[in-house]
C-alpha cells in the first residue's frame, strides 16, 4: 500500500532559524496537503498542491510539490514561537479515493 | 472553532464497557472520516462515509463499529476495547472524493483501562 515517509521527526530551532520538513511518498500522488496540530489540539488544513512542480507561499511558509509528483517540502522562514507544532504531510493518490495517507509528522520547538 | 464538533472529548473506560463517541458536522460536507492518532504513529485512517454509505473500512477490528445516520451525524460505537486502543479519535469531514481539504474536530482522548 501506499507509504508517505516524513522527516526529520523531531527539529528543535532558536528562534529566527529556518525549518524546513521533508515528504516522500512510495507511489505518484494525485494531490499532498499540508496540515498543522499545535500542542493539544487537532490537525489544521494548510494547503494542498497539486500541480507538478508546484510552489505556493504563506507568508513565510513556502510549499513544493516535486516534479515527479512524489515529494514534497514545508519551509518555514525565520521561524517564530507560534509556528510550534506538529506539521504533517498527506497524500492522496486520486483514483476516486477518500483515502489520505498522513506522514508520522515532525514536531518542531522554537527555543525563545 | 472548526465546524466540526466531537463528544466527548475525553473518555476513559473499562474493557468490559460499552460507550460512543459523536461527531457532528454543520458544514454542508458529504463525506466523514474516523480517524485514529496513537503516540509516534501516523494518522491512521479508520473509516470513510460518503452520503451515508461506507465506502471504506481500513481493517479495523469488530470492537470499533461506527454508525451515520445522516450526512452531518457520525457514530463511532466502541465495545469490548484493549488498552492498545487508547488513543485521540478524530472525526474529519470533507466536501467529496479527491480528499479535499479537511476539516478536523478536535478528537477525544480516549483512555482504555
Known amino acids: 500500500g501506499q507509504q508517505v515517509m516524513q522527516i526529520p521527526q523531531y527539529q528543535h530551532v532558536q528562534e529566527g532559524e529556518d525549518f524546513t520538513t521533508y515528504c516522500n511518498s512510495s507511489t505518484t500522488l494525485s494531490n499532498i496537503q499540508w496540515y498543522k496540530q499545535r500542542p493539544g489540539g487537532h490537525p489544521v488544513f494548510l494547503i494542498q498542491l497539486v500541480k507538478s512542480g508546484e510552489v505556493k507561499k504563506q507568508k513565510r511558509l513556502t510549499f513544493q510539490f516535486g516534479e515527479a509528483k512524489k515529494n514534497s517540502s514545508l519551509h518555514i522562514t525565520a521561524t517564530q514561537t507560534t509556528d510550534v507544532g506538529t506539521y504533517f504531510c498527506a497524500g492522496n493518490s486520486g483514483a476516486g479515493s477518500y483515502q489520505l495517507t498522513f506522514g508520522k509528522g515532525t514536531k518542531l520547538s522554537v527555543i525563545p | 472553532e472548526t465546524g466540526v464538533t466531537q463528544t466527548p472529548r475525553h473518555l476513559v473506560m473499562g474493557m468490559t464497557n460499552k460507550k460512543s463517541l459523536k461527531c457532528e458536522q454543520h458544514l454542508g460536507h458529504n463525506a466523514m472520516y474516523w480517524y485514529k492518532q496513537s503516540a509516534k504513529k501516523p494518522l491512521e485512517l479508520m473509516f470513510v462515509y460518503s452520503l451515508e454509505e461506507r465506502v471504506e473500512n481500513n481493517s479495523v477490528p469488530s470492537r470499533f463499529s461506527p454508525e451515520c445516520p445522516n450526512s452531518s451525524h457520525l457514530f463511532l460505537h466502541l465495545h469490548t476495547l484493549q488498552p492498545e486502543d487508547s488513543a485521540l479519535y478524530l472525526c474529519?469531514?470533507?466536501?467529496?472524493?479527491?480528499?479535499?481539504?479537511?476539516?478536523f474536530g478536535q478528537g477525544t482522548r480516549l483512555t482504555v483501562v
Open positions: 474529519a469531514s470533507s466536501e467529496g472524493r479527491w480528499a479535499t481539504e479537511a476539516f
